[in-house]
């Protein structure tokens, strides 16, 4: 990450700049739901005994629909105690204790499938390799990263775009690159700004 890239944050993008967000219900992340393209990965290919974590979670939409799927092994780790909060209102009968409050880079627990969703574009992009890193040390063997990424300038943000170039030599020396294509099933606001990824842990 060059210079002027790590320029583009100019807000400490911590618990309480994340607690102020729902705080003041500017989540525009936030799409109301689980997201089909997720949660139709898991069905299809995902055994209900694996364990599953989404970093970044917010609401927890997905972790919500796993869970009512059957899914007992799914995990949530979010910097805000107030999307925590939020996420238990809906879902009282989720085991608290899987829905962790803290900073995923120091995350101890190993996963077999990490979801990616809206994490990667809210994490100062000068910490991408170090999301790479611990993504790796996390997932089990033959663990796999799914999920979607914007494909848009790297701009001032949240969300901080990419483009399949960068994400595949930022991916491609630790993971075995099984698809990286154009979304067709996104969200209409997020229609041709998202690229679905598959990455297997070597």
Request: glycine fraction near 6%; proline fraction near 5%.
């Amino acid at each position: 990450m060059d210079q002027k890239e790590t320029k583009t944050i100019k807000v400490n993008l911590d618990t309480h700049f994340w607690n102020s967000k729902y705080e003041e219900n500017k989540i525009g992340w936030d799409i109301g739901y689980a997201n089909p393209i997720h949660i139709e990965y898991v069905l299809e290919h995902i055994d209900k005994s694996q364990k599953i974590l989404i970093p970044g979670a917010g609401s927890g939409y997905e972790i919500k629909t796993l869970w009512n799927c059957g899914y007992n092994q799914v995990y949530a780790i979010d910097l805000s105690p107030l999307a925590k909060k939020r996420f238990l209102k809906q879902q009282p009968d989720f085991p608290e204790e899987n829905y962790i409050v803290g900073d995923f880079f120091k995350m101890q627990q190993s996963f077999d499938l990490i979801l990616e969703q809206t994490f990667f574009c809210a994490i100062d992009p000068a910490l991408r390799s170090s999301y790479v890193e611990k993504i790796h040390e996390v997932l089990n063997p033959l663990g796999r990263l799914y999920g979607v990424l914007f494909v848009m300038p790297l701009i001032d943000g949240p969300p901080f775009g990419g483009s399949v170039t960068e994400y595949q030599h930022l991916f491609e020396e630790k993971f075995e690159i099984i698809q990286i294509k154009k979304s067709t099933k996104s969200i209409p606001t997020r229609l041709g700004k998202e690229i679905i990824i598959e990455l297997l842990k070597k």
